[in-house]
């Protein structure tokens, strides 16, 4: 995927405007038309009761990146469902999050993301996706 500057910067004030985001530190690392990939360095504060990321994190980091995703196709959008599945315990210093558009259109978009350890790309710790509604 490569980068292009005005998704990236459009993305980065957006995210500036959730308050969520601004806590959590998420950063963009690369967007394009239908794809995004987004970081983020762990803190404990993260921690759930066993040390692990955090299932309300999980679901966020999913969240933002199908909504980054289909922003890069569609502006002014909402998520009207979500769903996550956690495949094992999400360990690690940085976490990547990749979302992508699966299906566009002018009613409704379709979205998918994955969220990884950095350097462990070929075993994700959860899967998800969302159906996004284009507001007026």
């Given at each position: ?50 040390g ?7 679901g ?18 909402l ?8 495949l ?47 507001m007026?």
């Amino acid at each position: 995927m490569s980068v292009d500057s005005d998704f990236r910067a459009d993305l980065e004030a957006l995210s500036r405007l959730a308050a969520f985001n601004i806590w959590l530190g998420i950063e963009i690392t690369q967007a394009c038309w239908g794809d995004v990939e987004l970081q983020l360095r762990w803190r404990p504060e993260f921690a759930q009761y066993n040390g692990y990321l955090h299932a309300s994190i999980v679901g966020g980091l999913i969240d933002t990146a199908c909504g980054f995703a289909g922003t890069t196709v569609t502006k002014n959008l909402l998520a009207s469902q979500f769903s996550i599945r956690c495949l094992r315990p999400a360990i690690a210093e940085v976490f990547v999050v990749k979302g992508k558009v699966v299906k566009p259109g002018s009613r409704q978009i379709f979205t998918s993301a994955e969220l990884y350890g950095l350097g462990v790309p070929e075993k994700p710790f959860a899967v998800g996706e969302a159906l996004l509604v284009p507001m007026d």
